[in-house]
Each structure stands twice: as C-alpha cells, then as structure tokens.
C-alpha cells in the first residue's frame, strides 16, 4: 500500500522558495512527518496572521496528516472559496481525499487537474496514486511513467510505481497469472536492486507455484543483515514444509529460533517463534508444540499468531470445535484476516459444519477477492455435495472356474447439506465353466444419507433383487441401513444392519440364502501415528446357520507422502453349522497376516495405491497355510468433473467356497459431477 503522505509533498520547494523565515520551523517538521507538531506551529502561527495562505495550506496538510482528513478537506474547501482556481490549494484539496481513503472521490478531481495542468509534477503522480488505490495498475501506470519524464529519476515517483507493481503483481498472483505476476516483481529491482518487498513477494509467489528451489534462493538473497537472515530461515523453513520435507523444515527452524533470542528483536522472535511451533506441529511433535505454546502464552496475550498456532494445533490433533474458537478470537480483533476466516471455515469443515464453513470461506473472499485458496475450498466443499453418477464394472474369476461379470450404476443427489438421496442399479451375472451353471442377480434399490448432528449421520437403502437360474427366478427385498457417528475425539463407529442374497456364484444364487447382518465397524485414531480397526458381524441366513465374524487391524502410519501404512491383521470366522459341500463353513477359521499399504500422486491429476498383505491361515484343526493377497489400482481425473479409477486385486485366504481358494478381480470405476456446483449452491452462496 501506498504511503499517502509522501506522494504528492504539497509543492514544499515552491513553498520554500516564497517562504518566510518564521515559517521555516512548520516546513521542517512537516516534511519529518511531525505532523502533530507541525499543526500546534502553525496554529500558532496563524493566530498572529490568520490571513496566510502559506500557513493556512501548510495548517490544513498538518490537520489531515495527524489524523483528521475529513476535517482538513473542510479547510481547502474554505480556501477554495476565498481563493478559486488556486492550484496550491486545490492539490492539497484533492490529496486530502487520498489521507481519508476516499479514491474514487478523488479519481475525477484529479482528472480535472491533470487536464488543466498536463505538465505539473504533483497533479500527475497525484492522479497514478489514485488510480494506484483504486486497483485500476494499468492506467496508473502510464501517468507514473508521465510524471516520471516530467521528472526524470525522481524517487517518490519511482516509488510510487514500485508499489504500484507491487499492487499490480499480487492481483496478477491472485489470478493464478503467475507469470506475468512474477515479470512485474522483477521489474522493481530495476530501479530498486534486492528490494526486500520485491523479494519477499516474489518468494511467495514461489511457494504459492510450489516452486520450493526457487522460493529458497529469494530467501536466501533476502539474508543480507542479521535480522533479515532470520527472516530468510523462516521462509526457507516454510518452504521445506511445502516442499514435503518437514524434517528439514524443523531443523532450519530450530536454527532460526537460536538465532532470534541471541539477537533480541522483539517482532523477529515473534515470527520465529510462530514458525517453530509451526513445524513441530508439521512434525507431529504436538507435546512438545504444546508446551511451546502455553510458555508463550505467559510472555504474549491476545496476540493473533498465538491464536492461530492453537488453533492449528487443534486441527491436527482432531479438536477442530478448539481452533472455531481460537479463530474466532483472531477475528474479534480483526475481522479483516485471512488466517481468521479462511482458518475458521477449515475448522468448520473438519467439526462438519457445512454451512457455517461455506459462509466463512464466502466472507473470506468478500474481503480477499478471488483469493485462490478460499476459491479451492468452496471447490472442495461443492464436490462433496455435487450430484454425482457412479459406474463400476468388475470381472471376477477363481480357481473353482467360476467366472462374474458385474456392473453397479449409482446416482447420487444431495438436496442439502444435510439430506442427500440416492438411486442404484446393480446386475451381476455368473457361470461356471465345468458345470454349465449360469445366474444373474438385477438389483434395484433407492435410498437416502441424513446427517441429524455434525458427524452423525443415518444412511438407509431399500430394494428388491430378482435372482435368475435357468428358467426359474424369485425376487428377495433387500436392505442396508447404518449409523455413522464419531462419539469421541480421532474415532469413528459404524453401526449396521444388511439384508443380502448370497450371490457369489451360480450354485449359491440358486439356493436362495438369504443373509441377515448386524454388525459394527470401530476405527480408533491417535496423534501418533497408531491406529486400529475392528469389524464384527453377526449373520443369521435362511438355511437357519449362524455366522460370526471378527476382522481386527493394528496399524502404523509410516510415512505421510507417500502415504504408507503397515500393519497386522486377525481374522476369525466361526459357522454354527458346518455344510461344505454347499460352501466354506468352518466351525472355526483364523487367518493372521502383515501387510503394507501405499498411496501416492504421480501428478497432481494422477494417483496410484498398492497394497499386500500375506500371513497364515488355519481352517478347523488343518495344518496352517500361507496366504497372500494384493491389489494395485490408478485413478486419473481427466477434468474437474470426471475421474476413473483401474483396478486388480488377488486373494488366496479362504471365502465362501473353500480353503485353498484363488480369487481375481479386475475392475473400473467411473465418476462423474453431472452438475457443475450443488443444486443448493445458489441459495448457501447469497
């Protein structure tokens, strides 16, 4: 932003060359900026020649610059009147509404000036000010490089045009013209070599592109003092941190930290302090982060920074209703930062507060137009709540030459944020090769997902399923209804009830069991990277047997980017009756493995997952056996509203047919947004 008091200096050499020595001492501390000082002099002054129009424009300027704009305007308006057409008075007049930020007041005023006088230093640079705060870069632009002919090399307009590039950079920036961006942040070093605001924007432009070498070597340029290279280790810190090297982060961090308590620099400690919490937060040390903050608390109270580092360290550790607070503190005292609003509807979003997250992400680019990052979270918000179609084809075959064919089609509409419907077709078509035994199962079924609290939500799915075998058929109802709820800090439970038709091959769709489960899923978190996973069911069938089912999986997260996991499975199957000739059924059945599981992006459209698990199986009182199983897949998103996933897996652990059973799945997955926004996004986004 432009300094105002120093872009048009009231014509001072022109004052100075008609001055009178007792006016000296006001001129002097008018251009030291003692403005004050310099309204108490001429105040005086004027008490003994109240008639002076020096004194009385040199009065105004001091009045304005000391804090009352309003009331200097006032006093060139009166001059005006006494003295109209007086181009001193009217310049100051006008530059009067630049002290009270009244741009486009002032827009036309000056353009009236610079009509009048074209040539006039003061009038032109005051006229590329003002368009300069009005945003309007381009046109002011040209009339700084006017007054710059007027005036060549002078430094207030070279100056000016410096924050005009500035300016002008940052709306390129916020454009996502990066490169354009980046060519006007370059052009200030022309006049200004090493700039430090040049520097310092044109490394944020760095880390916004994910240009993390780049962003380092303007960090490292910036270090030219001693306080400057704690800035500079604090950005490069930042810049490890979204290069996905945390580690390093930390250290450059720590090193900054050692550096601003030897040197003592009240608001250099501040940010490096800022910045280390920071990446022991990114570290996962959230003890340590912790106790940083509650000694910090003892030296600093209602400071902003403070509240944004506990509110970050809430939404880490899965405490997102503390960072609301924390955030809303930020926004009592100001309601004009973006950590703060963009900071709260992140926190909403993750207490799943839908609606109060979308109104902070709206207010935040009502103070921060078109601001990149709030823009990406209203994307993010409208793709979980956009109607979507679902397609998903899979081939199936296994060592009991069985064969499969299905396809699963799946409409999804959400009416609100908290009320979504959905509509599902599902056909599955089966043969045996040996014994000619060929089926199909067509399912139709409707249903809907009702969030009744913040992470509660109801989900029920109700249809009918008509079961073909050779010229017979019978139709079964079917139903899915579950409980999702998250009673307690970083854990989730699931709670159900599904009634099936066994449907894995022909010879069992023709038997017609029908199978009732109730069960629950159970998966506890921590902030340290261990988590487990419990599934039980409990399924009574048709055929009056009983099945019990425990699947159990301690797990440890080993890597964030890529995302690997490890970890070790138990499984344990037990069946009231035993009928193996019509399929597997062990009184009892236990599997361990270990397995790995890892994520990544090959691109930003691009991702890819693998996963294997091996380990032994004992069926009964049998000798145990090695089992393996794996899957790969890759999903690509072609454009913002269509992505498509390709998948195999293999399984050798034993399921409805028998122990030493090999299964492979080949499939593809289909997504598509049918709408560009959520049916109710022009109602949330008033």
Excluded at 23 to 33: A, D, I, R, S, Y
Excluded at 481 to 510: C, H, M, V, W
Excluded at 612 to 626: I, R, S
Aim: with cysteine; proline share 3%; charged share 20%.
């Amino acid at each position: 932003m432009l300094k105002l008091n120093t872009l048009c200096l009231f014509l001072l050499l022109s004052f100075y060359g008609m001055a009178q020595s007792p006016l000296q001492p006001g001129f002097t501390l008018l251009e030291k900026g003692d403005f004050e000082q310099a309204e108490t002099f001429f105040e005086g002054y004027l008490a003994d020649d109240p008639k002076n129009k020096t004194a009385l424009i040199c009065y105004g300027r001091a009045v304005g610059l000391s804090g009352e704009p309003e009331k200097a305007t006032g006093m060139f308006s009166s001059l005006l009147e006494e003295y109209p057409g007086d181009f001193e008075i009217q310049i100051n007049y006008n530059e009067s509404f630049l002290w009270d930020k009244k741009f486009q007041e002032a827009e036309p005023l000056y353009a009236q000036l610079v009509k009048e006088y074209p040539e006039n230093f003061g009038a032109v640079l005051g006229y590329a000010n003002t368009l300069s705060n009005l945003k309007k870069y381009e046109k002011a632009l040209e009339w700084v490089e006017r007054a710059l002919i007027i005036q060549p090399g002078n430094l207030s307009a070279k100056t000016s045009r410096k924050y005009m590039r500035l300016g002008y950079a940052n709306a390129y920036v916020n454009a996502q013209n990066y490169k354009k961006g980046e060519t006007l942040l370059k052009e200030i070093f022309i006049d200004f070599p090493e700039d430090r605001d040049a520097l310092l924007n044109l490394a944020n432009l760095y880390l916004i592109t994910k240009e993390v070498d780049d962003a380092k070597a303007i960090y490292k340029r910036l270090a030219t003092s001693e306080k400057d290279s704690i800035t500079s280790l604090n950005g490069i810190a930042l810049a490890e941190h979204i290069g996905e090297n945390d580690k390093q982060a930390l250290i450059v961090a720590t090193s900054a930290k050692e550096k601003a308590d030897a040197l003592g620099d009240a608001t250099i400690k501040e940010q490096t302090y800022d910045r280390y919490v920071q990446a022991l937060i990114w570290n996962r040390k959230y003890i340590k982060a912790k106790t940083e903050i509650a000694e910090l608390e003892t030296q600093y109270t209602n400071q902003n920074w403070l509240y944004a580092l506990k509110a970050m360290l809430g939404l880490y550790t899965g405490s997102p209703k503390k960072s609301v607070v924390n955030y809303d503190a930020i926004l009592k005292n100001d309601s004009a930062s973006f950590d703060g609003n963009l900071g709260k509807a992140n926190a909403l979003f993750a207490a799943d507060r839908i609606v109060p997250a979308y109104n902070a992400a709206f207010g935040t680019l009502k103070v921060f137009k078109d601001q990149k990052d709030a823009i990406s979270f209203i994307d993010k918000l409208n793709v979980s709540f956009t109607p979507t179609l679902d397609e998903h084809l899979a081939y199936t075959f296994d060592n009991g030459n069985n064969v499969a064919f299905s396809t699963n089609t799946t409409a999804t509409v959400p009416l609100s944020t908290k009320f979504s419907t959905n509509l599902a077709y599902y056909y599955r078509t089966t043969e045996n090769t040996i014994t000619d035994n060929k089926a199909s199962s067509h399912v139709l079924s409707a249903g809907f997902d009702y969030k009744f609290l913040p992470k509660t939500t109801f989900k029920a799915v109700v249809g009918l399923n008509k079961s073909s075998f050779g010229a017979e058929s019978y139709t079964q109802p079917v139903i899915d209804t579950k409980l999702l709820l998250q009673p307690f800090k970083l854990q989730n439970l699931e709670l159900g009830y599904k009634r099936e038709i066994q449907s894995f091959n022909a010879d069992l769709i023709e038997r017609e069991i029908i199978m009732n489960n109730f069960g629950f899923n159970y998966n506890l978190g921590t902030n340290f990277n261990l988590g487990w996973y419990t599934q039980a069911i409990h399924t009574t069938q048709s055929d009056n047997n009983t099945r019990n089912l425990l699947f159990t999986s301690l797990y440890y997260n080993l890597m964030r980017k890529p995302a690997l996991k490890v970890g070790l499975n138990y499984q344990y199957l037990s069946f009231a009756e035993q009928v193996p000739t019509i399929y597997f059924s062990p009184e009892k059945y236990q599997a361990v493995e270990i397995f790995a599981d890892l994520r990544g992006d090959f691109s930003k459209n691009t991702q890819y997952m693998m996963s294997a698990a091996t380990g032994l199986q004992q069926v009964e009182d049998d000798p145990n056996t090695v089992i393996f199983r794996a899957e790969t897949g890759i999903t690509h998103k072609f454009s913002k509203r269509f992505s498509g996933n390709l998948y195999g897996k293999y399984s050798n652990i034993a399921s409805a047919t028998a122990a030493g059973f090999e299964y492979t799945e080949i499939g593809l997955k289909l997504k598509w947004l049918i709408t560009k926004k959520p049916l109710f996004y022009k109602k949330i986004a008033k």
